[in-house]
């Protein structure tokens, strides 16, 4: 009743609520008085009519700005909320993007694309600098909800251009990545080019198969606007995307195709919001056509993953170090900056080897380096006398250490080694596959991943037989008909003439062997786990207490295969020189003559999709089948259990531990053996 009051108070006034008052509740002065039978009706006071009028008025002014101001989204689906059914967030799995089928990519057949221009204005003529307004971004940032862009850990990837050409070389390779499902992939058109998004799409052939979400993020006014409104307008553009999608990583055309304020513009947004950026080389679509199998996550990781490559040349190597080196020099390194070299040289050192160091250049010649760095040291031993075992292992871990052990990794290369071209994309493909991707981390390959091979190992590593890899079996093939096809493998073993080691497990290789000399100093008997010796002396000495840390831990090294070996690198054996270490044995003479008559893996060159296969899509770790460090085949379950017996007898009998009280044992921590060893604080 309150309610009914202050309305009727609205459109009565106060002289007539009076005089209903009076009416309603005036008594009667005899029960048979009666009211006057005349009755006029009441003037409406010219106030009340005012109220209303002004009330018509207002209601008819907000139907009209409603009904003239309802959100358009747009003639295409490819500015409207991208549909995804199963999307109340990600997919159940974390490498599944939702089904190919749920996404609704663009139709271009359909619209009615703008006359092509491309800005041809005079610098003179583009002077405008008003206020910044994006007249189509927002309705495409706002259907992008499910792909959970508010959050900064996400599945987003985006490829941004303001050139034209730089969008032609981007969307074939966008296309690509969105139709592998791994990453939400999304293109944005920045700068000053007026051309009309349909005719874009048609003129790159993009249709329904592309799976990708599209912005035009460029201004009101591109084409007539200063340079300074149009850098600012990239900035912003960026800055408004970054704010609905936490792109992972942007992809760019690193060509000088791209427009300068283009550039300008994304380097002050990175500053600010330090999102990883990709810059494509010229023809990238080749070279770097692997990128579009790798998923935001490990897109992520591409500026940060640091490379070092380390050399242990031996006396009497220089014919295999030259050659070493100059396949060095000619591979492609367009993928990620060029990696630091340390060259560890023995005590002499004869003229062709200094003559050929004066002249070597590195970085190459061919990559630019405008400020003139150099990423090469050399290490040139003191003393003349002979290094034992432990002092050559000593001296060939302290020749690195991460300076981020997540990141930082070293290649291991021999002088007898020579690489093939595409071998530094090989090692940052699987390096970002296998340790950095969603589904890397959902199963935690890093766990016991020691590193990746290079080389397609002919012999064990007792020299005595040859090796023969374990077939790849498909997941598909539950009943084993196909017979399994040469493919990468697992093996427990590590070789040392061309093997990645990650940074955590190189620190963790550090201090196995420093408590491992340490603790055998006190012992009156050495221990079997640590006097016999399994690998052959054509192998240098650190490679012992590799394999000594990879069977206690269960670690794996990921190798090519054959066929993709032939691509990668091949070790020489008419040069081979014995490891130092080893020189004065008496048997060491027939064990060389073996490796100089072992046969060689001829190298070729082939783009890296071309080179691996299903189709350049790397199998998940754990489809790999496993070899033992014998060089048999064995269920990974085995290798396990083989692996908890070893730690257990290198515990009691070098570290000195007590398995049934447990006393003095620590727990494991990532980068240190210091759970192994109960005797060496």
């Known amino acids: 009743m309150r309610g009914w009051r202050k309305m009727r108070s609205f459109f009565m006034s106060d002289e007539e609520l009076g005089k209903k ?58 500015m409207r ?28 057949a359909g619209q009615k694309g703008k006359q092509a221009q491309t800005s041809t204005l005079n610098p003179i003529e583009r002077s405008f600098n008003g206020p910044i307004k994006f007249v189509n971004l927002a309705i495409s940032l706002q259907g992008i909800s499910n792909t959970r862009g508010s959050q900064t850990n996400n599945r987003n990837v985006l490829f941004a251009a303001s050139s034209l050409k730089s969008a032609a070389t981007l969307l074939p390779m966008a296309c690509q990545m969105g139709l592998g499902l791994k990453s939400y992939v999304h293109f944005a058109l920045l700068g000053r080019s007026s051309m009309d998004m ?70 002050q947004h990175v500053k600010a919001s330090k999102t990883t950026v990709i810059e494509l080389p010229r023809l990238a679509s080749k070279s770097m056509s692997w990128i579009t199998k790798l998923d935001s996550a490990a897109l992520r990781m591409w500026n940060k993953v640091q490379i070092d490559i380390s050399i242990q040349a031996t006396p009497k190597s220089t014919g295999g170090l030259i050659r070493l080196l100059r396949s060095l020099n000619a591979a492609d390194y367009t993928s990620s900056a060029v990696p630091h070299i ?24 061919h990559i630019p380096n405008p400020k003139n760095e150099r990423h090469l040291s050399l290490r040139h031993r003191i003393s003349k006398r002979k ?30 080694v020579e690489l093939a071209p595409q071998f530094f994309n090989y090692l940052k493909y699987l390096l970002l596959e296998y340790r950095y991707s969603s589904t890397a981390a959902f199963h935690n390959w890093g766990q016991h ?24 079996k498909h997941p598909e093939d539950v009943n084993g008909q196909d017979g399994g096809t040469p493919n990468p493998f697992l093996w427990q ?94 048997e060491i003479g027939g064990v060389a003559r073996n490796v100089r008559l072992a046969p060689e893996i001829r190298l070729s060159s082939l783009p890296l999709l071309d080179m691996l296969p299903n189709n350049g899509v790397l199998w998940p770790l754990t489809a790999l089948p496993v070899a033992a460090w ?22 009691k009998t070098v570290g000195g531990c007590d398995a049934e009280s447990g006393k003095g044992q620590q727990l494991f921590e990532a980068g240190s053996a210091q759970d192994l060893f109960c005797n060496v604080p």
């Open 21 to 78: 008052d009076d009416d309603h509740h005036k008594p009667l002065k005899s029960p048979g008085q009666r009211r006057p039978s005349s009755w006029q009706p009441a003037r409406v006071p010219p106030r009340r009519f005012l109220k209303r009028v002004s009330l018509v008025f207002v209601v008819a002014v907000f139907v009209y700005l409603f009904v003239h101001n309802i959100p358009i989204l747009g003639p295409d689906d490819r």
């Open 81 to 108: 909320r991208p549909i995804y059914p199963s999307s109340q967030g990600h997919p159940q799995h974390p490498h599944r993007p939702p089904p190919e089928n749920d996404m609704h990519a663009p139709n271009p």
């Open 198 to 267: 349909a005719q874009l799409w048609e003129i790159n052939g993009i249709d329904k198969s592309c799976v990708i979400m599209f912005h035009d993020a460029r201004p009101d006014h591109a084409a007539i606007s200063t340079d300074a409104r149009l850098e600012r307008a990239v900035f912003r553009g960026f800055h408004h995307i970054n704010a609905y999608m936490h792109p992972q990583a942007i992809i760019i055309d690193g060509s000088n195709d791209e427009e300068a304020v283009f550039a300008r513009g994304l380097k």
């Open 342 to 365: 340390t060259i560890d040289l023995p005590r002499h050192i004869d003229a062709a080897t200094k003559q050929f160091l004066d002249g070597f250049a590195w970085p190459p010649s």
């Open 387 to 416: 290094l034992t075992e432990e002092e050559t292992s000593e001296r060939f871990l302290e020749s690195f250490w991460p300076a981020q052990p997540q990141q930082s990794h070293v290649l291991v290369l021999s002088p007898h």
């Open 449 to 472: 991943l020691f590193g990746i091979s290079l080389e397609q190992p002919l012999l064990t590593l007792d020299g005595k037989q040859q090796f023969t890899s374990p077939l790849f």
């Open 493 to 586: 073993a590590p070789t040392g003439n061309a093997l990645l080691f990650l940074g955590e497990k190189w620190m963790e290789l550090h201090d196995f062997v420093s408590r491992t000399l340490q603790a055998t100093e006190s012992l009156d008997i050495m221990p079997s786990v640590i006097s016999e010796k399994t690998i052959s002396k054509q192998h240098p000495s650190w490679l012992e207490h590799a394999l000594r840390l990879a069977r206690v831990r269960g670690y794996s090294i990921v190798y090519p295969g054959k066929e993709v070996a032939e691509h990668l690198a091949t070790v020489h054996g008419e040069l081979y020189s014995i490891p130092e270490e080893y020189a004065s044995d008496e």
């Open 630 to 651: 014998g060089g048999g085949e064995v269920d990974p379950r085995d290798l396990r259990t083989s692996a908890n017996d070893f730690e257990l007898m290198f515990k």
